[in-house]
Nanobody, 118 residues
Framework: QVQFVESGGGLVQPGGSLRLSCAASGIAFSGARMGWYRQAPGKQRELVARLTSDGSTNYAASVKSRFTISRHNAQRTVYLQMNTLKPEDTAVYYC????????????WGQGTPVTVSS
């Protein structure tokens, strides 16, 4: 059974940082293309960062140079380091594994909420 468990969200002031974690099970993690998505209130879910098994990354323009995706294959975990957070980063963040078109392959976990506010 495929499962993603996201954690690390919370309330942070503008300009602050957070590190999100996603523990994956039920997939061949070391060979998986992994992505972090977010869904803000009233908006569609969007892919913000992607990391292939060989280390290639891609970021949405809105987070480029502020967010960093990484992985630890032995721990079956993907991370999202978020720096210089802005109020518009407020959303629920999810991870998933992706196909070659960067489309999510599995059911979503519960996500981890991030609120950026003073």
């Amino acid at each position: 059974q495929v499962q993603f468990v996201e954690s690390g969200g919370g309330l942070v002031q503008p300009g602050g940082s957070l590190r999100l974690s996603c523990a994956a099970s039920g997939i061949a993690f070391s060979g998986a293309r992994m992505g972090w998505y977010r869904q803000a209130p009233g908006k569609q879910r969007e892919l913000v960062a992607r990391l292939t098994s060989d280390g290639s990354t891609n970021y949405a323009a809105s987070v480029k140079s502020r967010f960093t995706i990484s992985r630890h294959n032995a721990q079956r975990t993907v991370y999202l380091q978020m720096n210089t957070l802005k109020p518009e980063d407020t959303a629920v963040y999810y991870c998933n594994n992706l196909n070659v078109l960067d489309q999510a392959l599995n059911a979503w976990g519960q996500g981890t909420p991030v609120t950026v506010s003073s």
